[in-house]
């Protein structure tokens, strides 16, 4: 069991959702977009949102910045989450500008607004749950596609549900959050994917 939830924690990482999101809106959009441009924006999020961290992270543990991918204390949160804002902030400018896929644009700025506010209470101390941030961003940029396409992925967002269980479950069999920092961590990735569905669908 212990195996199987922590497996659910490495599997679901916060830094798989961009990618997720991404490739699934290219797997649902019915607008016409050619494989060519499909392929070089999904291999640009998976360097500069994925290969482009992992790479981050073991330069800032060589420098003794953090000691875990996990980033058990809000002290280790505060670089990486750093770092990460500017990434977000050159896929806006680079990959999904806003006159390119608002859908996508908007996305990227709701996981920008979501990783600022984790950057925010990591100063005051606060170690709100990413996995919960991420996973919660996503399921709902997910219900907002099926609303904006009118798509059935009933299964999808099933499917979904039953993950954030578990990454909940996970990250309390574990001892890396409490019920305050997932369900913080819930709502953290979910609003802001919610508010900014406004300019878009």
């Known amino acids: 069991m212990k195996f199987f ?8 990482h916060p830094l798989f ?26 291999i640009s999020v998976f360097i500069l949102t994925l290969i482009l961290p992992i790479l981050l992270f073991f ?6 910045t953090i000691h875990s991918i996990h980033l058990k204390t809000t002290q280790e949160r505060i670089m990486p989450l ?10 806006l400018r680079k990959i999904f500008p806003q006159n390119d896929i608002l ?13 600022l506010s984790c ?3 990591a100063f005051f101390k606060f170690k709100v749950s990413l996995h919960m941030a991420g996973i919660s961003g996503i399921f709902m940029f997910f219900v907002a596609l099926s609303i904006h396409y009118n798509i059935n992925i009933n299964g999808t967002l099933a499917l979904l549900s039953i993950i ?3 990454i909940a479950t996970s990250r309390l069999y574990l001892n890396a959050h ?12 979910f609003l802001p994917q919610l508010i900014v569905i406004n300019y878009w669908l």
């Open 5 to 12: 939830l922590k497996s659910i924690s490495y599997v679901f």
């Open 17 to 42: 959702m961009p990618i997720i999101a991404v490739s699934f809106y290219y797997a649902k959009s019915p607008r016409y977009i050619p494989t060519e441009i499909i392929q070089a924006k999904i």
């Open 59 to 64: 330069l800032l543990k060589s420098l003794k």
């Open 82 to 91: 750093v770092l990460f804002s500017v990434i977000i902030f050159l896929v």
């Open 103 to 115: 859908e996508l644009y908007y996305f990227f700025i709701g996981v920008l607004i979501t990783n």
């Open 119 to 121: 950057l925010f209470l």
């Open 164 to 166: 954030i269980g578990l």
């Open 178 to 189: 409490n019920y305050k920092e997932l369900a913080i961590g819930f709502f953290i990735g």
